[in-house]
């Protein structure tokens, strides 16, 4: 009798379990799958944002430096460049991460270039090339204003988000741009006949003029674009900064598809084909006896024949004057190019997610 009531209470006690696990089941939703997550979870952030989120926006301001390579660089070194002619200029930048350490990228950009033949050599250099150059005599400023757009690519790829971020990370940037330039170039008093100039100590646009005959329906030359295609590379590194801000220094080249930034590219026109005094002027400047830029005597022997400038017909030519004369003027078959030096403070947008607990 004792085994059989201790066999049905045994019996009736585990139909009870089973009822209740079945109704825990019910009211609780048991999910097999889910509870697996769950067991498996170590606590940290289970939102997108914060320290997980690797699709972060970020905006900067920047003191930029522009030098320039071309014509009329010190020397025809393809990176020669003149430092003391570098001015301060400012640019913004947004990008945005889409890819852990790879950001696309919005820039615009604001700088000047300059290049001055005056400040190559002298006439007495040994050295043909800057010479030459000196005694070329030629001059330009040009205002940049670029907008590109392009990729930025950490050289330490962060999974962490943007708060964490390495302290100290360098990175390359490629990417297309458009530009808009306006060369400009100071006026003699006089053309080379001597004639006076009413613009005599102004900056005139030189893409007007057409300097190397662009305006001259007898040479059939088209003025060259004020907007022009341009190809940012560098590289860089960021430095972070306490909350949300980074520090970057960064270094870029422009490859450019035009040789006209500095307005000069080819060959002299011949003077009797200008129709305006001023172009003409513009165009050829060997024999004046100071720099138009800064109104230095050049220390030339202006003598006809043996000095440093001949002079022939009604005009005064400076040394390597040839009308017509493939890359007597510049050399067209390099391009020119400028470097941007930029030095960014950069702020992060960074929305902080909620923080669980371990659960084991």
Not at 21 to 36: D, I, L, T, V
Not at 112 to 140: E, M, P, Q, V, W
Not at 299 to 317: E, K, R, S
Not at 323 to 340: A, C, H, Q, T
Request: with cysteine.
């Amino acid at each position: 009798m004792r085994k059989y009531l201790l066999t049905s209470f045994i019996l009736v006690l585990f139909f009870a379990c089973v009822t209740d696990s079945y109704g825990q089941k019910r009211r609780y939703g048991y999910n097999k799958n889910r509870n697996k997550k769950y067991s498996n979870y170590s606590g940290g952030r289970t939102s997108y944002k914060g320290v997980g989120n690797t699709k972060y926006w970020t905006a900067g301001f920047s003191l930029n430096a522009m030098n320039y390579f071309g014509d009329l660089a010190p020397t025809p070194k393809k990176l020669s460049t003149d430092l003391s002619f570098t001015r301060a200029g400012f640019g913004i930048t947004g990008s945005r991460m889409i890819y852990p350490g790879i950001f696309l990228r919005l820039g615009y950009n604001f700088g000047s270039i300059k290049g001055d033949d005056f400040s190559a050599a002298d006439a007495s250099s040994d050295d043909a090339s800057t010479r030459g150059r000196y005694l070329r005599n030629l001059h330009f400023k040009n205002n940049i204003h670029e907008l590109s757009l392009g990729f930025e690519a950490d050289l330490i790829p962060n999974n962490g988000g943007a708060r964490g971020r390495f302290p100290i990370n360098p990175y390359m940037f490629v990417g297309v741009a458009v530009f808009s330039h306006a060369p400009k170039a100071k006026a003699p008093a006089t053309d080379q006949a001597g004639n006076a100039l009413e613009q005599a100590g102004e900056w005139v646009d030189l893409r007007s003029l057409g300097t190397e005959g662009q305006q001259l329906d007898t040479l059939g030359l088209k003025p060259y674009s004020k907007f022009n295609l341009a190809i940012p590379i560098g590289a860089g590194v960021k430095v972070r900064l306490p909350g949300n801000f980074d520090l970057n220094f960064e270094v870029g080249l422009r490859k450019l598809f035009t040789d006209y930034i500095d307005d000069v590219s080819n060959a002299y026109v011949d003077f009797d084909l200008f129709t305006d005094p001023l172009a003409r002027a513009m165009s050829e400047r060997g024999a004046e006896a100071t720099s138009a830029s800064t109104g230095q005597d050049r220390g030339l022997n202006l003598t006809n024949g043996g000095g440093d400038i001949a002079i022939t017909g009604p005009y005064t030519h400076g040394s390597g004057y040839g009308p017509g004369v493939e890359n007597s003027r510049g050399g067209s078959s390099d391009k020119d190019m400028y470097l941007v030096t930029q030095l960014r403070i950069v702020y992060i947008f960074d929305q902080k997610g909620v923080t669980r607990g371990k659960f084991r």
